[in-house]
């Protein structure tokens, strides 16, 4: 089946800081999600982004499905960013419907 | 305000036990989802529904089954729980039949001892 990877695993951010997060995965899709985790375990949708770029606010994300990434920028870090961010794809299969599969997710603190 | 809430939120059972988790969403969504969240894997599929007497079968869907007699609600049964299904399991649902846009619940932490 598809492989999703994310890196870094952990990442740790002074207040201020910017930083990229990434999503890599073995197959074509047709979805491409980045949620956010926080540290109470609610899950928040990010960005749906099969291609392209998108911007919401401090928080942007690149998905260049030719080769099979994707990329969440998040700029000027505040404590509230801390968690962990997921991405997930989505292919329609032939005989299926669309199938979710998860990245293992990047952790991320951002300490004041 | 719409909402998406689970019970219970916390339960701990024995090997063995049959056990029920409710999902219960006021978005009228017809399209339901449940995961398991474990250490290292992040999220997967379990079953999922697109409407009242659909269900389909997800990533890890062995030892689970749902059923949908309406729109609100879609449980999760464990019929025998094992030690593996100790986990946090999340309900979501969305307006459309892919992960768009789904909205979560607060999730259900299970342990099987």
């Known amino acids: 089946g598809i492989q999703v990877e994310q890196s870094p695993p952990d990442l740790i951010l002074q207040e201020g800081a910017n930083s990229t997060l990434r999503c890599n995965f073995s197959d074509s899709v047709n979805n491409l999600q980045w949620f956010h985790q926080n540290p109470w375990g609610q899950l928040i949708n990010l960005f749906y982004i099969p291609s392209g770029t998108k911007q919401n606010g401090r928080l942007s994300a690149t998905t260049v499905a030719t080769e099979r990434y994707s990329l969440l920028y998040i700029s000027s870090s505040q404590t509230t960013d801390s968690g962990v961010y997921f991405c997930?794809?989505?292919?329609?299969?032939?005989?299926?419907?669309?199938?979710?599969?998860f990245g293992p997710g990047t952790s991320l603190s951002v300490i004041p | 305000d719409a909402e998406i809430t689970q019970s219970p939120r916390h339960k701990i059972t024995e090997t063995g036990r049959q056990v029920t988790l409710a999902c219960h969403q006021t978005w009228n969504h017809n399209n339901m989802f449940w995961y398991r969240q474990d250490l290292g894997h992040g999220l997967r599929l379990i079953h999922y529904?697109?409407?009242?007497?659909?269900?389909n079968k997800g990533e890890v869907s062995d030892g689970y089954s749902v059923s949908r007699s309406n729109t609100e609600d879609l449980p999760l049964t464990l019929e025998s729980a094992a030690s593996s299904q100790t986990s946090v399991y999340f309900c979501?649902?969305?307006?459309?039949?892919?992960?768009?846009?789904?909205?979560f619940g607060p999730g259900t932490r299970l342990t099987v001892t």
């Open positions: 997930a794809v989505e292919r329609t299969l032939r005989t299926s419907y669309d199938k979710v599969i």
């Open positions: 529904s697109y409407g009242v007497q659909d269900t």
């Open positions: 979501a649902s969305s307006e459309y039949r892919s992960s768009y846009e789904q909205y």
